[in-house]
Protein backbone atom coordinates (compact mmCIF):
# COMPACT_ATOMS: atom_id res chain seq x y z
CA UNK A 1 0.00 0.00 0.00
CA UNK A 2 1.16 3.18 -1.28
CA UNK A 3 0.48 6.42 1.17
CA UNK A 4 0.99 10.13 -0.76
CA UNK A 5 1.00 13.26 1.77
CA UNK A 6 0.56 16.16 0.03
CA UNK A 7 1.35 19.58 1.87
CA UNK A 8 -0.26 22.54 0.68
CA UNK A 9 0.88 25.90 1.91
CA UNK A 10 -0.31 29.23 1.52
CA UNK A 11 2.11 31.52 -0.79
CA UNK A 12 2.18 35.24 -0.38
CA UNK A 13 1.30 36.62 -3.54
CA UNK A 14 3.18 39.47 -5.50
CA UNK A 15 6.74 40.60 -5.39
CA UNK A 16 7.87 43.22 -3.12
CA UNK A 17 11.46 44.09 -4.29
CA UNK A 18 10.04 46.76 -6.52
CA UNK A 19 8.54 48.34 -3.62
CA UNK A 20 11.45 48.26 -1.66
CA UNK A 21 13.78 49.61 -3.81
CA UNK A 22 11.98 52.55 -4.44
CA UNK A 23 11.19 52.72 -0.61
CA UNK A 24 14.81 52.13 -0.61
CA UNK A 25 16.33 54.92 -3.44
CA UNK A 26 13.79 57.55 -1.78
CA UNK A 27 15.14 57.00 2.04
CA UNK A 28 18.38 57.47 0.64
CA UNK A 29 17.46 60.68 -0.76
CA UNK A 30 15.87 61.50 1.98
CA UNK A 31 18.68 60.72 4.25
CA UNK A 32 21.67 63.06 2.12
CA UNK A 33 19.32 65.83 1.99
CA UNK A 34 18.72 65.71 5.78
CA UNK A 35 22.56 65.74 6.25
CA UNK A 36 23.48 68.11 3.58
CA UNK A 37 21.03 70.88 4.62
CA UNK A 38 20.14 70.65 8.31
CA UNK A 39 17.39 73.28 8.26
CA UNK A 40 15.11 71.14 5.83
CA UNK A 41 15.22 68.04 8.60
CA UNK A 42 11.44 68.04 9.56
CA UNK A 43 10.12 67.89 6.28
CA UNK A 44 12.63 65.62 5.28
CA UNK A 45 11.43 63.49 8.38
CA UNK A 46 8.53 63.50 7.53
CA UNK A 47 8.81 62.51 3.88
CA UNK A 48 11.04 59.23 5.43
CA UNK A 49 8.16 58.67 7.34
CA UNK A 50 5.44 59.03 5.04
CA UNK A 51 7.57 56.55 2.61
CA UNK A 52 8.31 53.87 5.27
CA UNK A 53 4.34 54.19 6.29
CA UNK A 54 3.44 53.40 2.48
CA UNK A 55 5.91 50.28 2.25
CA UNK A 56 4.85 48.90 5.25
CA UNK A 57 1.22 48.86 3.89
CA UNK A 58 2.42 47.16 0.16
CA UNK A 59 4.50 44.92 2.48
CA UNK A 60 1.10 44.22 4.99
CA UNK A 61 -1.42 43.41 2.25
CA UNK A 62 0.88 41.30 0.02
CA UNK A 63 1.85 39.53 3.76
CA UNK A 64 5.68 39.80 2.55
CA UNK A 65 6.55 40.72 6.52
CA UNK A 66 9.95 38.72 6.25
CA UNK A 67 11.05 41.19 3.60
CA UNK A 68 10.36 43.67 6.76
CA UNK A 69 13.87 43.12 8.18
CA UNK A 70 15.28 43.22 4.89
CA UNK A 71 14.95 46.45 3.99
CA UNK A 72 16.94 48.54 6.26
CA UNK A 73 19.51 46.28 5.13
CA UNK A 74 18.69 47.58 1.95
CA UNK A 75 17.96 51.01 2.75
CA UNK A 76 21.98 51.23 4.31
CA UNK A 77 23.47 49.65 1.56
CA UNK A 78 21.83 51.97 -0.84
CA UNK A 79 22.44 55.26 1.12
CA UNK A 80 25.81 55.02 3.01
CA UNK A 81 27.94 56.62 -0.27
CA UNK A 82 25.22 58.94 -0.53
CA UNK A 83 25.09 60.13 3.02
CA UNK A 84 28.86 60.05 3.58
CA UNK A 85 29.49 62.74 0.50
CA UNK A 86 26.66 64.87 1.68
CA UNK A 87 28.15 64.81 5.50
CA UNK A 88 31.40 65.62 3.17
CA UNK A 89 29.38 68.70 1.25
CA UNK A 90 28.77 69.99 4.86
CA UNK A 91 31.12 69.30 7.07
CA UNK A 92 34.34 70.07 4.43
CA UNK A 93 36.32 66.81 3.18
CA UNK A 94 37.75 65.62 6.55
CA UNK A 95 35.96 66.62 9.00
CA UNK A 96 32.63 65.51 6.49
CA UNK A 97 34.30 61.99 6.39
CA UNK A 98 34.47 61.24 10.08
CA UNK A 99 30.83 62.54 10.48
CA UNK A 100 29.44 60.45 7.36
CA UNK A 101 31.44 57.58 8.93
CA UNK A 102 29.57 58.24 11.78
CA UNK A 103 26.84 58.21 10.68
CA UNK A 104 26.40 55.34 8.74
CA UNK A 105 27.92 53.08 11.07
CA UNK A 106 26.58 53.74 14.35
CA UNK A 107 23.83 56.71 14.06
CA UNK A 108 22.79 54.24 11.12
CA UNK A 109 21.70 51.43 14.65
CA UNK A 110 19.08 54.51 15.38
CA UNK A 111 18.43 54.96 11.58
CA UNK A 112 17.91 51.43 11.09
CA UNK A 113 15.69 50.56 14.08
CA UNK A 114 13.68 53.88 12.96
CA UNK A 115 13.10 51.95 10.04
CA UNK A 116 12.25 48.54 11.42
CA UNK A 117 9.97 49.45 13.68
CA UNK A 118 7.51 52.11 11.71
CA UNK A 119 8.17 50.20 8.18
CA UNK A 120 7.48 46.55 11.04
CA UNK A 121 4.18 48.30 12.94
CA UNK A 122 2.50 49.13 9.73
CA UNK A 123 3.51 45.99 7.89
CA UNK A 124 1.98 43.91 10.87
CA UNK A 125 -1.53 46.43 11.26
CA UNK A 126 -2.26 45.89 7.66
CA UNK A 127 -1.51 42.29 7.32
CA UNK A 128 -4.00 42.17 10.49
CA UNK A 129 -6.51 43.74 8.84
CA UNK A 130 -6.32 42.66 6.03
CA UNK A 131 -9.29 39.79 5.17
CA UNK A 132 -8.21 36.36 4.88
CA UNK A 133 -9.38 33.62 3.05
CA UNK A 134 -10.28 30.61 4.05
CA UNK A 135 -7.53 28.88 6.27
CA UNK A 136 -8.07 25.51 5.84
CA UNK A 137 -9.37 23.43 2.67
CA UNK A 138 -9.79 19.49 3.60
CA UNK A 139 -9.89 17.61 0.17
CA UNK A 140 -11.53 14.00 1.02
CA UNK A 141 -10.62 11.06 -0.73
CA UNK A 142 -13.81 11.27 -3.22
CA UNK A 143 -12.62 14.91 -4.18
Request: glycine share 14%.
Amino acid sequence: MVRVVTVVGNRARGGWSVATFVWTLVMAVVLALGEARPAGRGTDFLIGLCASAVLGVVLGWRRRLGAVLVAPLLSWLVAWLPLVIAAMVRHGVLAGLVVGAFTVTVGWIAIGGLELVVVGLVALLVARLRPHGPAVVILGPDS
